[in-house]
């Protein structure tokens, strides 16, 4: 497995981390700020029809291209395990992602409480909303595809409850004691 290619990919892992070189443990280490980031505009603005950060797409084609070009050029001094060129480059991407906020706020869009969640699971990509009624608007979503994966709260609720009863064994059982009726402090006749 390439190395610089999975920082690049945010998929270094337990381990993957013992094989890193120094450079690569710093640079893998301070991309976790940027992705904390990354992570926070996402929950924000929500994802995008290509699976990125939908902020990214409000953005007009200059401020797009910027972008573009910046998260390219961190990408090039990770592969070449340039340290204090990613440290600089993060804070550009930082930058950048405030420039991206401000210019979608300055041309009306405005974060919304999410109608869904993506979560990702095993590459698998799921629509998490918390009712029905959310699944019905789901389907009128501007950008919703009819591959999208919907699951409901009480779906997943249900999914953990049977897990965690019947699967893991933790259904209650009857007692096999039977109450003899007789007080806790009575003596003992032997």
Not at 150 to 176: D, F, I, N, Q, W
Request: net charge negative.
């Amino acid at each position: 497995m390439d190395l610089g290619k999975a920082i690049v990919e945010r998929r270094v892992g337990f381990m993957e981390q013992v094989h890193l070189s120094m450079a690569q443990a710093v640079i893998n280490e301070e991309l976790y700020g940027l992705d904390l980031v990354r992570h926070r505009m996402v929950m924000k603005w929500g994802v995008g029809s290509s699976g990125e950060a939908r902020l990214v797409e409000l953005a007009p084609q200059e401020v797009q291209q910027r972008w573009t070009a910046q998260v390219g050029k961190l990408e090039q001094a990770i592969l070449a395990e340039d340290v204090i060129g990613v440290k600089d480059l993060i804070g550009g991407c930082l930058r950048g992602w405030a420039l991206l906020e401000h210019t979608a706020i300055s041309a009306g869009h405005v974060p919304y409480e999410p109608l869904f969640w993506t979560v990702m699971v095993d590459g698998a990509e799921y629509r998490v909303v918390r009712s029905n009624e959310d699944a019905a608007a789901l389907a009128a979503y501007p950008g919703a595809g009819a591959d999208w994966t919907c699951v409901t709260m009480e779906e997943m609720v249900r999914a953990y409850h049977v897990r965690h009863t019947v699967a893991m064994g933790l259904v209650a059982k009857p007692s096999e004691l039977v109450d003899s009726g007789k007080p806790m402090d009575e003596e003992i006749p032997w």
